[in-house]
């Protein structure tokens, strides 16, 4: 029997098992409908051979045109990172060397967290400490269960805890809590508030009732998420003056976690951060890619998306993929379409959990003719002088 670990959400969960002999499979089944369909997608994905404009072209041709795209681009924008910790640190490289800024396709969501931990500091927990330790788990956010399907099985439901056998009561706020939240803090801070909502009693009563309990937040509509985390963060921090409590962001995955992780661990800060001046600075409004992008600041977009099939946005700047091959394109082919190596299936990768406290390795399923984006980028950093 083989441990593979999956990358194909936030949960990166090391513990799925598929028996040696079948090793060249293409229709793997592990339990988990999601890492059936990442698994399934890369290994029957066929596509070895680049694209330049859609059409095949030559591996030597295909670098040739991405080092003239690079080394004609003003201000190129490394996008995406949908990926693992090689794919983050290839984009970094590129950005440091050619002058551009980086970001992650879930960049919003990491900006607007780390400006609340930045702003007001925030008391988080681990995925195995709520494991051992949660006697309540507030679950908020839009299906987690749809985004990481091993939520139960591998948090919350287990019997096997170190610090008690009865697992945690759960209850699930969904994305519409923030009148809920808001009320229920300003109850136990024993504040008046102007109009109840039924259901504040029966979550204070669990919250009194508890030890320990913990908000596990998962993805939120943008419009609401900024003030439900802040709710929580305030709600965490009351709470602790007199007991524990503790909150524990599970982020979207697609590398999100690792992308943040390492980019701090390279350039100081993380994503949403521009080489173009020699030097690495952050603006989280103003490098938003999104933002670069419809500005016209950005004047190419580079895409890095191993881990996940669907294409890039579709903007006026021309576009360089280092992407999935099982990856189409329906509307205007990229510039260039390079296929690399899924982490996790065609070659050994790394990424971190959803509480950024592991780093786990991803061993190759089977070998793959595929390049990583690693090597590829390697090999454009050093056919161009450093920009800057
Ligand atoms: S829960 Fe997520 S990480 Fe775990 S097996 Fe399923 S898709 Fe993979």
């Given at each position: 029997m083989a441990y593979i670990s999956c990358p194909f959400c936030a949960m990166v969960c090391d513990d799925l098992s598929l028996p040696?002999?079948?090793?060249?499979?293409?229709?793997?089944?592990?339990?988990?409908?999601?890492?059936?369909?990442?698994?399934?997608?890369?290994?029957?994905?066929?596509?070895?051979?680049?694209?330049i404009d859609g059409e095949e072209a030559s591996w030597e041709a295909a670098m040739k045109q991405a080092g003239s795209l690079l080394k004609g681009a003003k201000h190129p924008l490394f996008h995406g990172l949908a990926g693992d910790l090689l794919d983050s640190r290839a984009a970094i490289r590129m950005a440091d060397h050619f002058g551009g800024s980086i970001?992650?396709?879930?960049?919003?969501?990491?900006?607007?967290?780390?400006?609340?931990?930045?702003?007001?500091?925030?008391?988080?927990?681990?995925?195995?400490e709520v494991r051992n330790r949660a006697d309540l788990v507030i679950l908020i956010g839009t299906a987690p269960e749809q985004l990481y399907p091993r939520l139960r099985e591998k948090m919350l439901e287990g019997s096997e805890r170190l610090h008690g056998d009865v697992p945690p009561t759960i209850r699930e706020l969904g994305d519409d809590c923030l009148d809920l939240l808001s009320i229920v803090r300003a109850r136990l801070a024993g504040k008046p508030v102007q109009q109840d909502i039924a259901d504040s009693e029966t979550l204070i009563g669990q919250i009194n009732?508890?030890?320990?309990?913990?908000?596990?937040?998962?993805?939120?509509?943008?419009?609401?998420?900024?003030?439900?985390?802040?709710?929580?963060?305030?709600?965490?921090?009351d709470?602790?003056?007199?007991?524990?409590?503790?909150?524990?962001?599970?982020g979207a995955g697609d590398g999100d976690t690792t992308?943040?992780?390492?980019?701090?661990?390279?350039?100081?800060?993380?994503?949403?951060?521009?080489?173009?001046?020699?030097?690495?600075?952050?603006?989280?409004?103003?490098?938003?890619?999104?933002?670069l992008l419809q500005s016209g600041e950005a004047d190419l977009l580079v895409w890095f998306s191993s881990l996940r099939c669907d294409p890039p946005p579709a903007v006026a700047q021309p576009t360089i993929v280092f992407g999935h091959p099982a990856m189409s394109f329906t509307d205007k082919p990229p510039a260039l379409f390079l296929p690399v190596a899924v982490p996790g299936v065609h070659r050994r990768g790394y990424l971190h959990r959803?509480?950024?406290?592991?780093?786990?390795?991803?061993?190759?399923?089977?070998?793959?003719?595929?390049?990583?984006?690693?090597?590829?980028?390697d090999q454009l950093i050093s056919q161009e002088p450093r920009r800057c």
């Open positions: 040696l002999h079948n090793r060249e499979t293409t229709t793997p089944q592990f339990g988990c409908n999601k890492a059936d369909q990442g698994f399934r997608s890369a290994l029957q994905a066929t596509r070895q051979t680049p694209l970001d992650h396709l879930h960049g919003d969501a990491i900006a607007r967290n780390l400006r609340i931990y930045q702003q007001s500091g925030w008391q988080i927990s681990s995925m195995g009732a508890a030890s320990y309990p913990v908000f596990v937040i998962a993805p939120l509509p943008e419009q609401r998420a900024e003030l439900i985390v802040r709710t929580c963060v305030g709600l965490v921090r709470l602790n003056e007199t007991r524990r409590s503790a909150l524990l962001m599970l992308a943040q992780l390492s980019a701090t661990w390279h350039n100081g800060f993380g994503i949403r951060t521009c080489h173009a001046k020699g030097y690495p600075e952050q603006d989280l409004q103003m490098q938003a890619g999104d933002r959803a509480d950024g406290l592991r780093l786990v390795p991803l061993p190759a399923l089977r070998e793959s003719p595929l390049p990583d984006s690693g090597a590829l980028c």
